[in-house]
């Protein structure tokens, strides 16, 4: 019983390093194409659209690394935990 809940929570664990993963390209996404580089004497509105998607990418940029991290660690905590139980068996 305490493999099958082990193995429940680490792939819970794998699908958040993926969901951490694709945030994290939606970040890149929008802090580099989307914003990209800021136009020299831009209009007021360009300038809000700009600071919008650069602020926008650093929000995800930071959601996606700080999630991808953390369940790596725990991920990681995991398979250790895992390995050791095998052992005992």
């Not at 019983?1 to 429940?8: A, G, R």
């Not at 926008?56 to 959601?63: A, D, E, P, S």
């Not at 991808?68 to 052992?87: D, M, N, P, Q």
Request: charge should be positive.
């Amino acid at each position: 019983m305490k493999k099958k809940i082990l193995n429940t929570i680490l792939i819970l664990t794998i699908a958040l390093i993926i969901v951490g993963i694709i945030i994290l390209v939606i970040g890149f996404y929008y802090s580099v194409f989307k914003a990209g580089i800021p136009y020299q004497d831009a209009p007021i509105e360009l300038q809000m659209q700009y600071e919008i998607d650069y602020n926008i990418g650093n929000v995800l940029t930071k959601i996606g690394s700080i999630t991808t991290a953390c369940s790596g660690v725990i991920c990681a905590i995991l398979l250790l935990v895992k390995y050791f139980l095998g052992k005992e068996s």
